[in-house]
């Protein structure tokens, strides 16, 4: 039978000052986790409202101008308030110390400021909210941004200033990683994961300043007419798409990289088997990072943008579909006779290989100039970008959340519930994603309150999926505060992993370990040594 | 153990009047030079002293040449990022004016909807 530690970082030490000052990863984790799903819950409410709305062509129940901030405000809020933040400030604190055997990360009073920063920077955003929602889009296109009344500068300035706790986190990893490892554990005897949150953190440090310098620019563009990027002062409207691009695409690496690496690691644990190129798998973690600086004028092919920087656009956008599709095919090839586990993080690890391909494929497919011409701004494109964003990462991050749950609180779900779920969000995603596809390569356009009548089935099925959706995700809120409470002792081990993080006990000390561990094996040798998940039993009979 | 090799590399307070006596003599070159007309060379010049100005400050006022080689590679990279970032937006601002000529020209010429009207049709018709 499974214990529970008395004293562990949950427990001890006691009280609201001990959480609000804590300097423990795991409990800024833990913080970080309820704010970020906090903010999941208020952008998919606004995700809600925008598909009730365009459940029929015409307007039901909101205005036009409203449909504007609602799709502003769940844009901005799903990318900047949840996924940016999500796997690395989140399961990245909790987890990574852990699996390097550190004690915590490399600056841990930078790491509470952090957490500070972002819910500062969200104050903002609400702000913004009550002051005349912004209705720009997420991306603040100019000229449009600097002529609208409705609340640009706080709601960039909310952005400009969660921009700062994700450097934050970034430094604070990358220092972590590079300083703070067990002793034994060599660059190329890291898991995946901590690879991953590596090129990830390069990413957020040398791309976030640039997103800063924009808002900043569009902010004083507003205020003090300088004219960088008013065509009516001489300035370049396209300029300003650049900036944020350069930003922008780099970005989508910052959220799927932690994406992939939850998935190099659940593949192999949950199929006890090797993981197959472990090496090319890293490299290809760190080539993504760097491509992701050279596409970012593919957003621009039809923005007036030079044909020539199209032309060079378009042939480097290619490129980044090789370390993905690297990526993809090792993890295949590591089911490949192993020991598969149909466990609830595993079926995620499935959704997301077959989700996330479809949103990387069509990618390429928006990465071809000549195609781009007949897709962009239509829902083919939002259909893209949500296959990889939450096919992608927010899948990977449920993969994750379910995976090292009985770690973080010591206790199990219910796995034939979570199973039930898990299937219940394939179905929903799907069915209100691939409509999307459909209607945009048929020429739906995308940021429109109103459409054709030919449109009308996709958009209702699309409606009914997103609301298949919702009720799946309330049915996982319920089953994973339920099992906070009252699941089953996990045991320290649950489904048998090699990492470090699965050596000390569940819930983990408040110092990590008692002793510095050691590390001694690979982390994926599941070839050579040979461990008992704690769940046996429940796994088999779940 | 951190301060005794620190000791040994500690730069020599003549490499700092060296160095602060040569970035002033680059200032008055950069002033003098402003005098003389070389066309668009003038900005050349001045940039390029400028430059390597900055450079003898990076380098030694800010320890990089004798730190740990790692933060000279991210001092380095970061101006990579720069490049990348001017250089390919550059490929869009200096040529927008590049247009390349689009001629039309039909998918299949012997569909029906190029077909001439009848009353001036003399040679159609046939095939
Ligand atoms: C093989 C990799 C990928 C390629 C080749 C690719 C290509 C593209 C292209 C060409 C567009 C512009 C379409 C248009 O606006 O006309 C686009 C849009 C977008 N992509 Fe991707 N993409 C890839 C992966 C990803 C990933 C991994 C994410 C996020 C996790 C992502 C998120 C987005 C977003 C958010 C947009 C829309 C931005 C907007 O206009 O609001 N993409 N992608
Ligand atoms: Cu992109």
Same mark, same amino acid.
């Given at each position: 039978m499974n214990i529970i530690p008395e004293k562990n970082y949950l427990t001890y030490p006691k009280g609201l000052k001990s959480w609000l000052f804590t300097l423990d990863h795991k409990r800024i984790g833990l913080m970080y986790l309820f704010a970020i799903m906090f903010f999941f819950l208020v952008g998919g409410i606004f995700a809600l409202m925008i598909r009730l709305e365009l459940?029929?062509? !015409?307007?039901?129940?909101?205005?036009a101008d409203t449909y504007n901030q609602l799709f502003t405000l769940h844009g901005a809020i799903m990318i900047f %308030?949840?996924?940016?933040?999500?796997i690395p400030a989140s399961l990245g604190n909790l987890i990574l110390p852990l699996m390097l055997g550190a004690?915590?990360? *490399?600056f841990p009073r930078l790491n509470l400021a952090s957490w500070y920063i972002y819910v500062f920077g969200a104050m903002f955003a609400v702000y913004s909210m009550i002051a005349g929602a912004a209705?720009?889009?997420?991306? /603040?296109?100019t000229p449009y941004s600097i002529e609208t009344n409705t609340a640009v500068i706080s709601l960039t300035t909310g952005a400009f200033i969660l921009g700062f706790s994700s450097i934050f986190t970034g430094l604070n990893f990358l220092v972590t990683i590079h300083k703070?490892? *067990?002793? @034994?554990?060599t660059w190329f005897k890291m898991p995946l994961f901590v690879w991953g949150l590596y090129a990830t953190s390069i990413i957020q440090v040398v791309a976030t300043p640039v997103l800063g310098i924009t808002l900043l620019l569009l902010i004083l563009e507003r205020v003090?007419?300088?004219?960088? /990027?008013?065509p009516a002062l001489g @300035? &370049? =409207?396209v300029l300003f798409q650049h900036f944020f691009w350069f930003y922008s695409h780099p970005a989508v690496y910052i959220m799927i990289l932690p994406g992939m690496a939850i998935i190099s690691e659940l593949i192999s644990v949950h199929s006890h088997k090797k993981i197959f190129g472990y090496k090319v798998i890293a490299y290809s973690s760190l080539a993504i990072a760097f491509i992701?600086?050279?596409?970012?004028g593919h957003h621009m092919?039809?923005? @007036?943008?030079s044909e020539l920087a199209g032309m060079i656009f378009s042939f480097l956008t290619f490129f980044v579909g090789v370390p993905s599709g690297i990526k993809v095919f090792n993890w295949v090839a590591t089911l490949y006779k192993g020991a598969v586990r149909f466990t609830t993080p595993m079926l995620y690890t499935f959704a997301f290989l077959i989700l996330f391909t479809i949103g990387g494929l069509t990618g390429i497919f928006l990465g071809a100039l000549s195609v781009d011409i007949h897709l962009h701004d239509t829902y083919f494109v939002v259909a893209h970008f949500h296959y990889t964003m939450m096919g992608g990462t927010v899948i990977a991050f449920f993969a994750g959340l379910h995976h090292w749950w009985p770690k973080i609180w010591g206790r199990m779900y219910n796995e034939r519930i979570a199973k039930i779920t898990a299937v219940l969000v394939f179905i929903g995603f799907n069915l209100t994603f691939i409509p999307q596809f459909i209607m945009g390569s048929h @020429?739906? =356009? #995308? #940021?429109?309150?109103d459409y054709l009548p030919q449109y009308q089935g996709m958009h209702e099925l699309s409606t009914y999926g997103a609301y298949l959706l919702g009720t799946a995700f309330v049915i996982m809120a319920i089953y994973l505060i339920h099992s906070i409470f009252?699941?089953?002792?996990? !045991?320290?081990?649950p489904w048998g992993g %090699?990492? %470090?993080?699965?050596?000390?006990?569940s819930p983990p000390d408040p110092h990590n370990f008692h002793e510095v561990p050691v590390w001694?094996?690979? =982390?994926?040798d599941f070839d050579t040594i040979k461990v008992e998940p704690d769940l046996e039993k429940e796994l088999e009979t779940a | 153990m951190h301060t005794k090799t620190e000791h040994k590399h500690s730069t020599p307070l003549l490499v700092y009047l060296a160095v602060g006596g040569a970035l002033l003599f680059l200032t008055v070159i950069t002033v003098a030079v402003s005098?003389? &007309? %070389? !066309?668009?060379f003038n900005l050349v010049v001045a940039i390029g002293i400028a430059t390597f100005k900055a450079m003898l400050v990076a380098l030694f006022f800010m320890h990089l040449y004798y730190d740990n080689k790692l933060f000279m590679a991210v001092f380095i990279s970061g101006l990579m990022f720069l490049g990348i970032f001017i250089i390919l937006t550059m490929f869009d601002t200096m040529k927008r004016d590049m247009i390349y000529e689009e001629v039309a020209k039909p998918i299949r010429p012997n569909a029906i909807i190029y077909e001439q009207p009848a009353a001036t049709d003399q040679t159609d018709g046939q095939h």
């Open positions: 459940f029929h062509p !015409g307007q039901d129940f909101v205005s %308030l949840f996924i940016i933040p999500s004690k915590d990360v *490399a209705d720009t889009g997420w991306t /603040f296109y703070l490892r *067990a002793p @034994g554990m003090a007419g300088i004219g960088i /990027f008013n @300035g &370049d =409207p992701s600086f050279l596409v970012w092919f039809v923005s @007036g943008q @020429g739906m =356009p #995308r #940021r429109y309150f009252k699941g089953k002792p996990a !045991g320290n081990n %090699l990492t %470090l993080e699965w050596q000390t006990t001694t094996h690979g =982390p994926y | 005098y003389v &007309d %070389l !066309g668009p």
